[in-house]
T-cell receptor, first 112, second 111 residues
Framework: DADVTQTPRNRITKTGKRIMLECSQTKGHDRMYWYRQDPGLGLRLIYYSFDVKDINKGEISDGYSVSRQAQAKFSLSLESAIPNQTALYFC???????????FGQGTRLTVV | EDKVVQSPLSLVVHEGDTVTLNCSYEVTNFRSLLWYKQEKKAPTFLFMLTSSGIEKKSGRLSSILDKKELFSILNITATQTGDSAVYLCAASASGTYKYIFGTGTRLKVLA
């Protein structure tokens, strides 16, 4: 079983729809991250959370929101999806005091 | 603005060749540099470097960090087709534990 699990793995949605991407982890890490990956732009940080009551904006948070429901769960929402949010989305975790990140398998989101 | 730049953007070599991938960074309160290999979806961890001049090795892969010149290199010797992937470099900063990623180097190894 994967230590960091993302659902769904693939999703196609229409412009204007609300969509939620889920991430759960069994590593017991406090820190969780959401990234998006676009060709030629690398991985860009959307939001990150250092514990259950901590939420921080990353480099490209506009159009996204997050919820840290529990230590093990960190969900990313697109309130009104737009085509330029089509990307590969990754959730990652890290342990407090370590800079090594562990990634989920990614969610490929297509907004049409 | 913090940034990480990788070069080359892409590279095509033949099996058995040795390749060197470059990563330069400008990160305030730099803490560590990480290398990942991304084949299909999720990046897999290769190395974490925090000290200058100490080479990390794993089989045919090795990496070293130069904190004075602000760069790292990833070497792959005797390349194999299974080494074909995108190699990502990321830098982290103290106090935030955010990761700043480069755009990656796409390596293709031909049989």
């Amino acid at each position: 079983d994967a230590d960091v699990t993302q659902t769904p793995r693939n999703r196609i949605t229409k412009t204007g729809k609300r969509i939620m991407l889920e991430c759960s982890q069994t590593k017991g890490h406090d820190r969780m991250y959401w990234y998006r990956q676009d060709p030629g732009l690398g991985l860009r940080l959307i939001y990150y959370s250092f514990d259950v009551k901590d939420i921080n904006k990353g480099e490209i948070s506009d159009g996204y929101s997050v919820s840290r429901q529990a230590q093990a769960k960190f969900s990313l929402s697109l309130e009104s999806a737009i085509p330029n949010q089509t990307a590969l989305y990754f959730c990652a975790t890290s342990e407090t005091g370590s800079t090594e990140a562990f990634f989920g398998q990614g969610t490929r989101l297509t907004v049409v | 603005e913090d940034k990480v730049v990788q070069s080359p953007l892409s590279l095509v070599v033949h099996e058995g060749d040795t390749v060197t991938l470059n990563c330069s960074y400008e990160v305030t309160n730099f803490r560590s540099l990480l290398w990942y290999k991304q084949e299909k979806k999720a990046p897999t961890f290769l190395f974490m470097l925090t000290s200058s001049g100490i080479e990390k090795k794993s089989g045919r892969l090795s990496s070293i960090l130069d904190k004075k010149e602000l760069f790292s290199i990833l070497n792959i010797t005797a390349t194999q087709t299974g080494d074909s992937a995108v190699y990502l470099c990321a830098a982290s900063a103290s106090g935030t534990y955010k990761y700043i990623f480069g755009t990656g180097t796409r390596l293709k190894v031909l049989a």
